[in-house]
């Protein structure tokens, strides 16, 4: 990015369908705006957000039928992965920053940090900063509710979702030392969730990502997978603890706004292969209660 300090630069960003790497990609837009930059986002979930990044200019996400022609305008795109969402990009436009290379930096850095990183390194935007620009709409009030624990028991895909029996005995054993569990899901996951009512476990109908945002500002505590969700708790700087199949990627892919721990499930297993197989068998109720008293502590 040659002409990365040409404040007459138009850039647009274009993020994945996923919510964290979304998130994360937003801090490079909001970095380049704050340097004069004129920054346009495409993106789905940011779209539903869009009330939360004011200033930025966030249209719905690119189709791979219009990619071109929308992008085509633009001195530069920047995306975090090489064919997501537009496949072939840098064939597809002269001046395409791809940055999945950071994913894989022999880093100690969270991605956040990383792509801040990037923005003071590559992009020669110095006083660039982890924050990706979300603000909390008026009328919210943040840690509203400090006993409400929200816990996201599901995630993108299964290998990356602690034993559903387990999240429902981590609530119970909240619920018994005052505090009040309420578990997050999709409307389409609702139905294999519902019986933690009978528990006097909440599953609050929440809908849009907008609806979820407002109602995890208001949160005293998140507790849950690998998953956007987590991310976006950190944004709204509510106290995370997330659970994690290896150190590896817990490294890399841990929220990294707001205070928040990891916990990783069997650490100590020898290769890879078991542990991303069996971590959700090693991690023990008793170690989520753990760490939560740990982050309570380190939140206070």
């Avoid at 100590?268 to 502590?297: D, H």
Wanted: glycine share 8%; with cysteine.
């Amino acid at each position: 990015m040659q002409h990365a300090n040409d404040s007459a630069l138009n850039v647009a960003v274009t993020t994945s369908p996923a919510l964290g790497d979304s998130l994360l990609l937003m801090t490079v837009a909001r970095n380049l705006q704050l340097s004069g930059k004129t920054v346009t986002v495409f993106s789905q979930h940011m779209r539903a957000l869009r009330d939360w990044f004011p200033g930025i200019d966030i249209q719905p996400a690119l189709r791979d039928d219009d990619a071109d022609a929308l992008l085509r305008p633009f001195d530069t795109v920047i995306q975090l992965h090489a064919n997501r969402p537009v496949p072939r990009l840098e064939q597809r436009h002269p001046d395409a920053l791809v940055l999945e290379h950071l994913c894989r930096a022999p880093s100690t850095e969270p991605m956040a940090g990383r792509l801040a990183q990037f923005c003071r390194e590559s992009l020669r935007l110095h006083h660039a900063e982890p924050g990706n620009g979300l603000a909390v709409p008026a009328g919210l009030i943040h840690r509203k509710h400090r006993l409400r624990v929200a816990i996201h028991p599901t995630a993108s895909t299964p290998d990356k979702r602690w034993l559903a029996p387990r999240f429902v005995r981590l609530a119970l054993e909240l619920k018994a030392k005052g505090f009040e569990p309420h578990f997050i899901v999709t409307d389409e996951e609702r139905a294999d969730w519902e019986h933690v009512q009978q528990h006097g476990i909440g599953l609050p109908r929440l809908g849009t990502l907008d609806n979820v945002a407002a109602w995890l500002v208001e949160s005293g505590w998140f507790i849950g997978n690998d998953s956007g969700i987590g991310h976006l708790a950190s944004c709204l700087r509510v106290p995370t603890l997330s659970l994690f199949m290896r150190n590896g990627i817990a490294r890399t892919w841990r929220p990294g706004w707001g205070a928040g721990k990891v916990l990783v499930g069997g650490a100590w297993l020898p290769t890879g292969r078991l542990k991303e197989r069996c971590w959700k068998y090693a991690l023990s109720v008793n170690q989520v209660l753990r760490a939560f008293q740990q982050l309570q502590r380190e939140a206070a």
